[in-house]
């Protein structure tokens, strides 16, 4: 079973920027893509930002041009730079892994909260 571990969120001012990383552990394992998600009170998860094994990037609308997405397969891990922060920003954070170990996973971080003031 693979596990992932964020770390990185925390409170900070509109405008300001935050980094969140995530990785990987738990035995021999390929990855092919990773995510990261958000979910805000009372509303659904949303995907921001998904990156494929050969580093082809989504973006959500939303975060287009304020936040990048990269990792390092070497490690496994990814991260989430975001700049210009926004109050709509605010929301659990969760990393998200697809691939095949034994068997084909698909796993979840337990989430980070990145809260923006205004």
């Known amino acids: 079973q693979v596990q992932l571990v964020e770390s990185g969120g925390g409170l900070v001012q509109a405008g300001r920027s935050l980094r969140l990383s995530c990785a990987a552990s738990g035995g021999t394992f390929r990855i092919n893509a990773m995510a990261w998600y958000r979910q805000a009170p009372g509303k659904q998860r949303e995907l921001v930002a998904h990156i494929s094994s050969d580093g082809t990037t989504f973006y959500a609308d939303s975060v287009k041009g304020r936040f990048t997405i990269s990792r390092d397969n070497a490690k496994n891990t990814v991260a989430l730079q975001m700049n210009s922060l926004k109050p709509e920003d605010t929301a659990v954070y969760y990393c998200?892994?697809?691939?095949?170990?034994?068997?084909?996973?698909?796993?979840w971080g337990q989430g980070t909260q990145v809260t923006v003031s205004s």
């Open positions: 998200n892994a697809a691939g095949r170990g034994v068997t084909s996973f698909n796993s």
